[in-house]
């Protein structure tokens, strides 16, 4: 097993069904394993919009938001709705 499976596996025993995510090269096995794993995934078309709606999701739901974003700009990219 990769790792990217078992923390896909693990993120999933823990409660994870949803996700939010800009597909990016650095990410994508990862994403592909959390659907696998019955995560329910959301493709956005910026980083900022996975993290706002992951925010969102966890104040309505009151369970947890994930956001998956990439390295480099992704990253910085994510900051801005976090700050």
Do not use: K
């Amino acid at each position: 097993m990769r790792v990217f499976e078992a923390l896909a596996l693990e993120l999933r025993r823990q409660g994870i069904s949803t996700a939010f995510t800009f597909l990016s090269e650095d990410i994508i096995d990862l994403t592909a394993a959390l659907a696998r794993a019955d995560v329910q995934i959301y493709n956005t078309r910026h980083e900022a919009a996975a993290v706002a709606m992951a925010d969102g999701y966890s104040r309505a739901s009151e369970g947890v938001g994930l956001a998956i974003v990439g390295l480099g700009p992704g990253l910085a990219n994510a900051m801005v709705p976090l700050i």
